[in-house]
Nanobody, 126 residues
Framework: QVQLVESGGGLVQAGGSLRLSCAASGRTFGSYSMGWFRQAPGKERELVAGISSGGITNYADSVKGRFTISRDRAKNTVYLQMNSLKPEDTAVYYC????????????????????WGQGTQVTVSS
C-alpha cells in the first residue's frame, strides 16, 4: 500500500509562488509515473502536470511556463513549483501515482492513476 501526503498549499496573492510537495511511503516509487491534478469547485478534476518514470513531463496548457513538476527519487517525493499564480489556479491539488509505468508516456487521465493523496488547498487572491 502506498500513502501519499501533500503539503505546501495555502493562500497567496496573484503573481506569487508556492511549492507543493508529495511524499510517498509504503513503497519506493522511483520507477512510477506521477501526476499533479487539481479540482476547483464545480469543475472536474484535471491534470496539471505529469512526469513519466523516465522523466518526461507534460503540462496543462493553462500552466505551461509557470509550473514545474520534479521528483527526488532519494526522498520519494514529487514537487510542483508554481510561479506567477493566478486566481484561476485556486483549487484543491492532488498528487497521484501510477504503478505500471512507462519511461516515455505521461498519463493524463485520473483513471490512469492508482494511488492518491488527500489533497491540499491552494487559494490565489486577486
Amino acid at each position: 500500500q502506498v500513502q501519499l501526503v501533500e503539503s505546501g498549499g495555502g493562500l497567496v496573492q496573484a503573481g506569487g509562488s508556492l511549492r507543493l510537495s508529495c511524499a510517498a511511503s509504503g513503497r519506493t516509487f522511483g520507477s512510477y509515473s506521477m501526476g499533479w491534478f487539481r479540482q476547483a469547485p464545480g469543475k472536474e478534476r484535471e491534470l496539471v502536470a505529469g512526469i513519466s518514470s523516465g522523466g518526461i513531463t507534460n503540462y496543462a496548457d493553462s500552466v505551461k511556463g509557470r509550473f514545474t513538476i520534479s521528483r527526488d527519487r532519494a526522498k520519494n517525493t514529487v514537487y510542483l513549483q508554481m510561479n506567477s499564480l493566478k486566481p484561476e489556479d485556486t483549487a484543491v491539488y492532488y498528487c497521484a501515482v501510477r504503478v505500471i509505468s512507462s519511461a516515455w508516456t505521461v498519463f493524463v487521465r485520473d483513471s490512469d492513476y492508482d494511488y492518491w493523496g488527500q489533497g491540499t488547498q491552494v487559494t490565489v487572491s486577486s
